[in-house]
C-alpha cells in the first residue's frame, strides 16, 4: 500500500509540486498520465527518496517517513520497499545480466553468490531471457535491457512497482515485448501495489485499476481508466488526450 | 686501445643490482596502495565539498604538483623528525628518531605524490560515472558503502585506468631518486657499484636495461588489466546453433538454443 499526504518538492525555487494527496491500496495498478515536465516522475522519485521531498508524510509498504527529516539509514531502508524501473533501464553496465539481477540479491540481502545466481536466472527466464544471462547490457536490445531491468526489480522481492515511463525510450517495434512482459508480472502478482507512468494508453486501458491525470503538479482528474480515457470531464484532460491521440495517428 | 666499455659487465651487474629489486618495488608498491586509498579520500572530500578539508587538500595537491619530486623527498627526511620532535614535546613521548627507517621517509614522500596526482584523475573518473546507474543502484537499497565499492569503484576504474598505469611507471622511476633519503635500492646501489669499479657508464647501462625492462612488463599487465575490466565493450554475435546445424548437414538438431561467440571491438 502506498499512502501519500501533502507532498511537496520545490527545486531551487521552482515549485513541482505542493500538496499531493494520493492513495493506491494493496493490488491496485495506478496509471498516472500527463505532460512533459508536469513532475511525474519527481513524484515517483520522491517515494524512493531519490530526490528528497521538501514536506509530507508517506507510508510505503511497511515504512513511514515525513520529510525531509530522513536518515540515510532510513532511507536506505524505504527504499527497499519498493523497486523502480527507470526510463532509460539504468543496468549496470559492467555487470552481465544475471549479475545485474543478482546484485540486489548478493549486496542487500546477503545471499551466497550460487544461490543469488540461481534465483537470478529464474527471474531472467519469467522475462524470456534465460538465454541472455551472460551478456552484458551494451549486448541487448533496447527491448531485452528493459526486461533485465524488470527481472531486477522482481528479485527484488519487493510487493511495489514504481515503473517510469518503461517502454518511452524504446524504438516503436520493441515496444510490445516490453508490455507483454510486464503484463504478465502484473497479472502473475496480484497482490503487488503498482504505479505506472506510461502515454501506452491501450495498456493502462487493460491493467490499470486506477488513472489520473497530471498537470502542473496537480491531479486535475483520476477515476477508472475506461472514464478517464474515454469520458474525461475535465478540459485540461480532455484538450491532453485529443492532442495526444492526434500525435499517435500521426505518427 | 684501452677497453673504452666493459660489455660483460653490462650484464655482470643485473644480477647484483636486481638484488635490490624487492626493495625497489617494496617502495612502488606500498606507495602506490596508500598513495590511491589516499587519492581517493582526496577526491571524495573535493567531490564533497567538505569544508576546510578541500581547501586544505586542494592546497596540497597543488603544492605537490608544483614542486620537483626530489625536493619533496628532501622535505620528507627533514621533515619527519621534525614532526616526531613535536609530537614528543606535545604528547610527553620519547620516540627515537633513529629508529625510523630511511624507508619511511621514502614511502611518505612517494605516498603524497601518488595521492596529489592521482586525486585529479579520480574525481574525474568519479564524475564520469552514469548518475542512471548510482541511481538504480541507490534504489536497491544499497548504502553509500556498497555503491562505492560494487559500482561507483568499478566504473571510474576503467575511465581511470590508463592514467593510472602511466602514474605508476613513472613511480617506478621516480624511486631512483631514493637514495637521497638514505635508502639502498637499485639506483643507489648501482652507484655503489660503480664507485668501486669506476665503470660508471656499465653501471647506468644495466639500470637503464632493468627500468625498461620493469616499465615494458608493467605496461603489459596493464594492458591485460585494461581487457580485463573492458570485458563488458565486447560485442556477443547470437548464432542460432540449431539453424547452423540443420543447414548444414542431417543431424538431427539438438536442444541447445545459442551458442555464443565473442568476438571483440575493432
Ligand atoms: N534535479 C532537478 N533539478 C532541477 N529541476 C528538476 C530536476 N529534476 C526535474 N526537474 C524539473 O522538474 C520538472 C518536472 O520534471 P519531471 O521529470 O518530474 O517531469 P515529468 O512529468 O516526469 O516529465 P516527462 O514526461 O518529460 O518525463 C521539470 O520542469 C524539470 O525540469
Ligand atoms: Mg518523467
Known amino acids: ?181 510486464l503484463k504478465s508480472v502484473v497479472e502473475e502478482h496480484p497482490d503487488y501495489t503498482v504505479i505506472l507512468v506510461s502515454h501506452e494508453l491501450e495498456f493502462v486501458k487493460e491493467v490499470a485499476t486506477q488513472v489520473i491525470f497530471f498537470e502542473d503538479g496537480q491531479i486535475v482528474e483520476s477515476g477508472q481508466p475506461k472514464d478517464v480515457l474515454s469520458h474525461p470531464q475535465e478540459t485540461q484532460t480532455q484538450r491532453f488526450l485529443s492532442r495526444f491521440t492526434q500525435q499517435t495517428i500521426a505518427q | 686501445m684501452p677497453k673504452l666499455i666493459d660489455f660483460k659487465m653490462i650484464f655482470t651487474n643485473i644480477p647484483l643490482l636486481l638484488q635490490y629489486l624487492p626493495i625497489t618495488l617494496g617502495i612502488v608498491i606500498l606507495s602506490m596502495i596508500v598513495g590511491l586509498a589516499f587519492a581517493l579520500v582526496i577526491a571524495l572530500v573535493r567531490l564533497n565539498k567538505i569544508p576546510v578539508l578541500t581547501q586544505f587538500f586542494t592546497l596540497l595537491v597543488s603544492f605537490v604538483r608544483g614542486t620537483p619530486i626530489l625536493v619533496q623527498l628532501y622535505l620528507s627526511y627533514y621533515g619527519v623528525p621534525i614532526a616526531l620532535k613535536y609530537w614528543n614535546y606535545y604528547n610527553h613521548t620519547n620516540y627515537n628518531i633513529n629508529n625510523i627507517p630511511a624507508f619511511i621517509f621514502v614511502f611518505v614522500a612517494f605516498a603524497v605524490n601518488e595521492a596529489a596526482y592521482n586525486s585529479e584523475n579520480i574525481r574525474g573518473a568519479l564524475l564520469s560515472v552514469d548518475r542512471g546507474e548510482i541511481e538504480a543502484a541507490q534504489s536497491l537499497g544499497m548504502t553509500g558503502g556498497q555503491i562505492l ?79 580485463r575490466i573492458n570485458k563488458f565493450r565486447t560485442v556477443q554475435k547470437v548464432v542460432k546453433l540449431n539453424d547452423a546445424l540443420s543447414a548444414s548437414s542431417e543431424v538431427t538438431p539438438i536442444k541447445r538454443p545459442v551458442q555464443v561467440l565473442e568476438t571483440e571491438i575493432k
Open chain 1, 1 to 181: 500500500m502506498i499512502e501519500i499526504k501533502h507532498l511537496a518538492k520545490t527545486f531551487s525555487n521552482h515549485e513541482i509540486f505542493s500538496d499531493i494527496n494520493l492513495t493506491v491500496n494493496t493490488g491496485e495498478i495506478l496509471a498516472i498520465i500527463g505532460p512533459s515536465g508536469s513532475g511525474k516522475s519527481t513524484l515517483l522519485r520522491c517515494l524512493n527518496l531519490l530526490e528528497q521531498p521538501d514536506q509530507g508524510e508517506v507510508t510505503i509498504g511497511d515504512s513511514h517517513f515525513t520529510a525531509p527529516h530522513i536518515s540515510k539509514k532510513q532511507a536506505v531502508k524505504i527504499r527497499q520497499e519498493s523497486t523502480m524501473v527507470f526510463q532509460q533501464f539504468n543496468l549496470f553496465r559492467q555487470k552481465t545480466a544475471w549479475q545485474n539481477v543478482a546484485e540486489n540479491l548478493v549486496t542487500v540481502k546477503k545471499i551466497a553468490k550460487t544461490a543469488a545466481k540461481e534465483r537470478a536466472l529464474v527471474e531472467l527466464d519469467k522475462v524470456g531471457l534465460s538465454e541472455y544471462a551472460n551478456f552484458y547490457p551494451g549486448q541487448l536490445s533496447g527491448g531485452q535491457k528493459q526486461r533485465v531491468a524488470i527481472a531486477r526489480s522482481l528479485a527484488t522481492d519487493s510487493k511495489i512497482l514504481l515503473l517510469d515511463e518503461p517502454t518511452s525510450a524504446l524504438d516503436s517495434e520493441l515496444v510490445g515485448e516490453v508490455l507483454t512482459t
Open chain 2, 149 to 227: 565499492r560494487r559500482i561507483t569503484i568499478p566504473e571510474a576504474l576503467v575511465v581511470a585506468l590508463p592514467t593510472l598505469g602511466n602514474q605508476f611507471i613513472s613511480l617506478i622511476k621516480g624511486t631512483s631518486l631514493a637514495f637521497v633519503a638514505g635508502v639502498i635500492e637499485m639506483t643507489a646501489e648501482g652507484q655503489i657499484i660503480a664507485g668501486r669499479s669506476f665503470r660508471y657508464f656499465e653501471v647506468y647501462l644495466s639500470l637503464a636495461i632493468i627500468y625498461w625492462g620493469l616499465t615494458v612488463i608493467t605496461e603489459i599487465i596493464i594492458r591485460l588489466v585494461e581487457k
